[in-house]
């Protein structure tokens, strides 16, 4: 183990987490795999994560799907407040229809892919294998944005070629 991982108690960046880390976090909710020695307070380990999430929002952003999931609970939460206020059935019906298009979102969400499933996408258009345990996030989300570019690129010259 390197000095710098010696003195490190947790991973507090996304260029020091792992895929395998990110991804079991992810999967199970167990903010402990966040250590690399010691022990560390829960509270500790929570805004950890909080920390490692911002800067991937910040770095990466979220997709169209997350942010339509997340229009759809506030319109929930709004619709609900107004039904608790006014007592309108008309706002306990909307939230009805907005929880019913929560869990088709859910339903639709749930058939994407598996990361697993991006990972070995990922490694079939580079044509490496991605060893989980050594690549960090940072590294692993910049060969996404590179494949992405690439295909837009390869979209608008396409695009280009047919309307001559």
């Avoid at 169209?64 to 709004?78: G, I, M, N, P």
Wanted: hydrophobic content about 35%.
């Amino acid at each position: 183990m390197t000095p710098f991982f010696k003195r490190r108690r947790y991973y507090n960046s996304l260029s020091m987490v792992t895929v395998r880390t990110w991804r079991e976090v992810h999967e199970t909710g167990d903010l402990s795999k966040l250590q690399i020695s010691g022990s560390i307070k829960p509270s500790e380990l929570q805004k950890c994560w909080h920390k490692l999430n911002n800067e991937f929002l910040k770095e990466y952003g979220l997709d169209k799907d997350t942010k339509r999931l997340l229009k759809l609970r506030f319109q929930l939460a709004s619709a609900m407040v107004d039904y608790m206020i006014t007592g309108k059935s008309a706002f306990h019906m909307e939230s009805k229809l907005l929880r019913a298009d929560i869990e088709a979102h859910n339903k639709k969400a749930g058939k994407g892919l598996a990361f697993i499933e991006v990972v070995a996408m990922v490694e079939r258009t580079l044509g490496f294998q991605i060893d989980e345990d050594k690549t960090t996030v940072k590294k692993f989300y910049s060969y996404l944005k590179q494949i992405k570019e690439q295909s837009r690129r390869q979209q608008e010259k396409i695009n280009t070629l047919k309307n001559g």
